[in-house]
């Protein structure tokens, strides 16, 4: 081989090893690029979550208390009050704002809080519980064990030795109930929780009437 050709040869070996690390660091940075889009991707899409997540129970809460707040007997004549439970609320009010008053429930069914509406039957009066129809209100509820409701007496918030209400005590003797949500933007991430507390005084149900 002539040092001519010899020294051809050492460019091209030279030239083909630089095309290499090139497509080499060419891929490195794309893998990079590729990863940090979908951690921003993720991440977007977690906060979107927990946004949607929280509006959403802010919309609930406010919509719970105007209905216990103006929550009265049914039209077939039963108590206003039907189930107080920690996690789960049951009561008489207008839920649409026409004539007739609906038999509401409040629970929560796994990680969702969600809401059942009964309209009463023409005559007799009565509340099917087939008919009842339920829609979910908020998805990612991290509240655990702990209450969503809350019950207080009449003497409330002077009276905390008797309040919250213990169970026997809730039906006949609560006058404003209390509301506690706590949401996750994803029920994996614990952090993100978000708690709404809020509360209702049952107008007809007043002691200084």
Do not use: C
């Amino acid at each position: 081989m002539s040092k001519h050709a010899f020294l051809q040869y050492q460019s091209s070996g030279f030239t083909l090893l630089e095309v290499v690390v090139s497509l080499f660091l060419a891929s490195v940075i794309l893998l990079a690029l590729v990863a940090l889009q979908n951690i921003i991707f993720t991440q977007e899409e977690l906060t979107m979550s927990s946004y949607v997540s929280i509006e959403a129970a802010n919309r609930a809460v406010e919509r719970m208390v105007k209905e216990i707040r103006n929550s009265r007997h049914g039209d077939n004549g039963a108590y206003t009050l039907v189930q107080v439970n920690d996690q789960g609320l049951t009561f008489f009010s207008n839920a649409d704002n026409d004539s007739a008053i609906e038999r509401i429930r409040y629970f929560i069914d796994g990680d969702s809080f969600k809401k059942g509406v009964i309209n009463p039957t023409a005559f007799p009066v009565d509340y099917p519980t087939n008919q009842e129809k339920i829609i979910t209100l908020v998805d990612h509820l991290v509240n655990g064990t702990k209450p969503v409701f809350y019950y207080y007496n009449g003497d409330w918030p002077s009276d905390t030795a008797h309040n919250p209400l213990p169970t026997n005590q809730r039906l006949l003797q609560t006058r404003t109930i209390g509301i506690d949500i706590i949401v996750a933007g994803d029920s994996k991430y614990q952090k993100t929780n978000h708690e709404i507390q809020s509360a209702a005084e049952i107008r007809t149900l007043k002691d200084n009437l």
